[in-house]
């Protein structure tokens, strides 16, 4: 028995009219909507995104035993959750949904199967700011959007976790003579 999914791709509806969307789309690239057409390319950022998970997950449990930060711990755990949400999307999607189209939603659990094998599906985004630049706004025509791409919670957290990292690199990553430092002014005062 098949299942029609709710929203048909492309279809779109306001969650804070004028500021942000949800909007269906299936990605069979990157985040924000960067695509790439060729088998090739999926299968070779498919298992790039295994590795980087394995990696990070190294790296966290690195960050964990050196009792890190805990700011930068929360960050790298929110890129290795996009990461693996992304994985997850692309691993399991084209298995268990139908292609979608314009003018026929996805069907889950098709006959026959999904549309595509193991790490070979689309990865689904879903918000969208429409926020646009004020007509009155100098050096810029027309109204044009603020962030145009189409993304998920997944590229999200990749997003705001490398964001804060570089934002916060100095207190994430101080340097070694200030901790030895600080180590100094704590033994003096003990």
């Not at 969307?21 to 985040?31: H, Q, S, Y």
């Amino acid at each position: 028995m098949s299942m029609p999914l709710s929203v048909a791709h492309g279809e779109h509806s306001d969650i804070i009219p004028g500021v942000i969307e949800l909007f269906f789309i299936e990605n069979r690239g990157m985040a924000f909507g960067l695509m790439m057409q060729e088998d090739w390319f999926k299968i070779g950022l498919s298992l790039f995104r295994v590795v980087a998970v394995f990696g990070i997950g190294w790296y966290l449990r690195k960050l964990l035993r050196q009792n890190a930060h805990r700011g930068l711990i929360i960050c790298v755990a929110m890129i290795m959750a996009g990461a693996i949400g992304n994985i997850i999307d692309s691993a399991v999607y084209g298995l268990i949904f139908s292609e979608s189209t314009y003018a026929a939603p996805a069907v889950f659990m098709p006959e026959g199967g999904g549309y595509a094998s193991f790490l070979m599906g689309n990865v689904v985004d879903m918000l969208h700011f429409t926020t646009r630049v004020p007509e009155w706004f100098p050096f810029v025509e027309g109204t044009p959007e603020i962030f145009s791409p189409i993304f998920n919670l997944a590229d999200a957290a990749i997003s705001v976790g490398v964001t804060i990292i570089i934002m916060f690199q100095k207190r994430f990553f101080p340097r070694k003579e200030v901790r030895a430092s600080q180590e100094v002014e704590e033994a003096v005062s003990a």
